[in-house]
């Protein structure tokens, strides 16, 4: 099973405030280069869909609801969302803040009404927490994904292999998961119109514009791929944000510029939390869908923006080689409450922790300004005469 919140952030921001019900609502950031994050479904029959400069979704509705993201609210949402879920299967693998998949096939052995069973279970979702869904069932991870997205809001699909020629292969090759905005008007210009015709193509020039991608997703329309659900802890090990870009982007500022905005965000969960880490960790995703990870612990735990920053640009400095990305991240990792911290490095050596961090901050922040390394701690002196 893959079941997928409906417009969450808008609904989200609905169950907050009910007068926004039924209204054009989009959230996002104002600012003239901020995008649309999730658009309500009224926001969406004028035109309007996540990814849209927000001045293009002004234009398009004058009279639109804008709402800034509200993280830590999502997120509360989100941990009602998979326990309730729990109740039915404990095998879940959460994809995102909003979806996951499940093996359903323990729970559903016995039911002799699937769409009833699932209907309920929809429902009770919606009585418990306020939230909508939509529900994909099918033999493997690819077509659930896809049965879920076939109706929305509130949709059940139940997609069995031998439905993959009706209700699969005559969707545009667009609407394919895994195929992005870039490549299908590539693949449609090679005569791949639908999910069928890459199923069934052998086109050479088809296969060296996937490349080695090609066979995943010839494979996922024939109704081939992993049906395997991995079991997620629900302890969170690490606090991460990535974003997923409108085009491939090669511009280094622009990555670092995100990178940024992203970190910031990281560091605002960890403190709210009151989590710590030792661990910063990069993930960039390339156009061909290969994914570059790197990471770098450090000695002393830390959850500010500036210091998280610092650590991924010295990552991205020395992996990134001007190749285009689709996706960039940067989360933290070996997270330990600030509490336990303290205790552990007893006050005294927490309040010289702190001091020594904003230390290195200045150090850094002065050396950016002249942009070559003026400054040093005594420490990292003798080192350097060593």
Not at 238 to 246: A, N, R, Y
Request: with cysteine; proline share 4%; hydrophobic share 40%.
């Amino acid at each position: 099973m893959h079941i997928d919140l409906n417009a969450f952030f808008a609904h989200a921001e609905v169950l907050k405030d009910p007068t926004l019900a039924g209204k054009p609502l989009v959230v996002g950031s104002a600012s003239r280069r901020g995008i649309v994050s999730t658009a309500s479904y009224e926001a969406r029959k004028l035109g309007i869909h996540s990814a849209m400069p927000m001045y293009m979704a002004k234009k398009l509705c004058p009279q639109l609801i804008i709402k800034n993201v509200d993280g830590h609210y999502y997120h509360q949402l989100s941990n009602q969302f998979f326990a309730f879920l729990r109740q039915y299967s404990s095998i879940q693998e959460i994809a995102s803040i909003d979806e996951c998949y499940m093996d359903m096939t323990k729970a559903m052995r016995q039911v002799a009404d699937p769409m009833t069973y699932l209907q309920d279970l929809q429902n009770r979702l919606l009585k418990e927490t306020g939230l909508q869904c939509s529900i994909g069932i099918a033999p493997t991870k690819f077509l659930a994904k896809m049965a879920s997205d076939l109706k929305k809001p509130m949709g059940i699909t139940i997609l069995r292999r031998r439905d993959i020629e009706k209700m699969l292969w005559p969707l545009p090759i667009k609407a394919m998961y895994g195929v992005g905005k870039k490549t299908y008007p590539r693949l449609e210009k090679l005569g791949i119109k639908t999910i069928g015709d890459l199923a069934q193509t052998e086109d050479p020039r088809v296969k060296k514009t996937l490349g080695k991608f090609f066979f995943v997703l010839q494979d996922w329309a024939n109704g081939r791929g992993s049906d395997e659900v991995s079991i997620d802890d629900y302890e969170p090990k690490s606090i991460g944000h990535s974003t997923t870009f409108l085009d491939d982007v090669d511009d280094f500022e622009e990555i670092a510029g995100m990178l940024k905005v992203l970190c910031l965000e990281v560091s605002q969960r960890a403190q709210k939390e009151e989590q710590l880490g030792t661990t910063v960790q990069l993930t960039m995703k390339n156009a061909d869908f290969s994914n570059i990870t790197r990471s770098m612990t450090l000695e002393q735990p830390i959850n500010d923006a500036n210091t998280i920053f610092n650590v991924a640009m010295a990552l991205l400095e020395k992996n990134y080689h001007n190749q285009p990305i689709r996706l960039v991240g940067v989360s933290l990792h070996n997270l330990e409450s600030r509490e336990n911290v303290i205790i552990q490095m007893s006050i005294f050596d927490y309040e010289q922790h702190e001091e020594q961090n904003r230390t290195r901050l200045l150090i850094h922040e002065l050396n950016r300004k002249f942009e070559k390394p003026v400054f040093m701690t005594a420490d990292q002196l003798k080192k350097t005469k060593k």
